[in-house]
Antibody, heavy 120, light 111 residues
Framework: QVQLVESGGGLVKPGGSLRLSCAASGFTFSDYYMNWIRQAPGKGLEWVSYISRSGSTIYYADSLKGRFTISRDNAKNSLFLQMSSLRAEDTAVYYC?????????????WGQGTLVTVSS | NFMLTQPHSVSESPGKTVTISCTRSSGSIASNYVQWYQQRPGSSPTTVIYKDNQRPSGVPDRFSGSIDSSSNSASLTISGLTTEDEADYYCQSYDSSNFWVFGGGTKLTVL
């Protein structure tokens, strides 16, 4: 079965950096586009970043202003999110999510999420 | 850029039917597919409707989706409500300029 397992979250000071990882299994990782989605405590879902199957096409939410970098390692079935210059408003649960284009760019599987807390 | 607007909360009694709306601020609701996700407390979202009105396998037919061009909105309808349906529901659409846009979410209370 499809599994997406995030790791790397934790407490970080404002201005600090953190690298999130997502281990994928149960499907051919290199066949799928992937997203990072976040959810601030008690708030709604917010799309963060997208990466194509090969990693050649990448998009970010405008609000991130170049502070985050998405990448993937298809040989290791892994997705990453490098976050820098972190702010209090980046505090959220970060979900790794699989995209299926044939279903209308549907996010069809989500990980369990990893909590990032930015606080001094 | 467009936004998707949902009611903050809705409530209904067990066995009844509820409809959650999702209104697109600009551009046609019909120009891009709408998906609906259910998120129970402490859990990750799961899909209940995709491509406007399609149900993933395993989702009961009590869940249905539609779009209405006249109001530029999408709707999620849940019939035969049970307490298991209590959750937050999010609509989402995609386009090549705005990418994945989510509505603000609707908290469904079944009381």
């Amino acid at each position: 079965q499809v599994q997406l397992v995030e790791s790397g979250g934790g407490l970080v000071k404002p201005g600090g950096s953190l690298r999130l990882s997502c281990a994928a299994s149960g499907f051919t990782f290199s066949d799928y586009y992937m997203n990072w989605i976040r959810q601030a405590p008690g708030k709604g879902l917010e799309w963060v970043s997208y990466i194509s199957r090969s990693g050649s096409t990448i998009y970010y939410a405008d609000s991130l202003k170049g502070r985050f970098t998405i990448s993937r390692d298809n040989a290791k079935n892994s997705l990453f999110l490098q976050m820098s210059s972190l702010r209090a408003e980046d505090t959220a649960v970060y979900y790794c999510a699989r995209v299926t284009i044939s279903s209308g760019w549907l996010i069809d599987y989500w990980g369990q999420g990893t909590l990032v807390t930015v606080s001094s | 850029n467009f936004m998707l607007t949902q009611p903050h909360s809705v409530s209904e009694s067990p066995g009844k039917t509820v409809t959650i709306s999702c209104t697109r601020s600009s551009g046609s609701i019909a120009s891009n597919y709408v998906q609906w996700y259910q998120q129970r407390p402490g859990s990750s979202p799961t899909t209940v409707i995709y491509k406007d009105n399609q149900r993933p396998s395993g989702v009961p037919d009590r869940f249905s989706g539609s779009i209405d061009s006249s109001s530029n909105s999408a709707s999620l309808t849940i019939s035969g409500l049970t307490t298991e349906d209590e959750a937050d529901y999010y609509c989402q659409s995609y386009d090549s300029s705005n990418f994945w846009v989510f509505g603000g979410g609707t908290k469904l209370t079944v009381l």
